[in-house]
């Protein structure tokens, strides 16, 4: 019964490759985002999407690629992985997207560009 | 657009003794300030919010307190324990930045036993 799901949990890779991570939210929540925590631990937000919609595209590199194929799903690609984009992702969603809305993280994907 | 700025950015405190981290936001739009507590290898999760319209929140040995004028607020842990060991985020939330909430850095928290 968890609220928000992230898979996989741990990623370890080359660089150059392409991976992907899924996110799932049963919650029933209209917007889920994703986040970078690099090791300093500074959280900054990556992306947001309401109903499946794009709603914000922070300045991240055009390698990274979201995709909600419903409003319970959202994916992040990356392509041409590089050292830089290790770090831990967290999915989140909140009920509409709107102001003073907690919102609920995923437990996080831990990824390790070698 | 929004930002915010978190002090400071490792704190430790006896065990029973209080934890203060402060916070302060640029965008006057603001109005939602979220805290969030993050344990070792674990998700960020709410711990207490404020809102715009009041000054002073409190719950349990937690609370939050807001200088509109001022535009800083910070979390106020009293009688603190070893579960209070973790990474605090504050967070700014305002009607200019659409649904984005802005983190501050984080304070890492150390209850020594």
Known sequence: DTAVSQTPKYLVTQMGNDKSIKCEQNLGHDTMYWYKQDSKKFLKIMFSYNNKELIINETVPNRFSPKSPDKAHLNLHINSLELGDSAVYFCASSPQGTIQETQYFGPGTRLLVL | GENVEQHPSTLSVQEGDSAVIKCTYSDSASNY?????????????????????????????????????????????????????????????????????????????????
């Open chain 2, 33 to 113: 300030f979220p805290w969030y507590k993050q344990e070792l290898g674990k998700r960020p999760q709410l711990i207490i919010d404020i809102r715009s319209n009041v000054g002073e929140k409190k719950d349990q040995r937690i609370a939050v307190t807001l200088n509109k004028t001022a535009k800083h607020f910070s979390l106020h842990i009293t009688e603190t324990q070893p579960e209070d060991s973790a990474v605090y985020f504050c967070a700014a939330h305002s009607y200019s930045s659409a649904s984005k909430i802005i983190f501050g850095s984080g304070t890492r928290l150390s209850i020594r036993p």
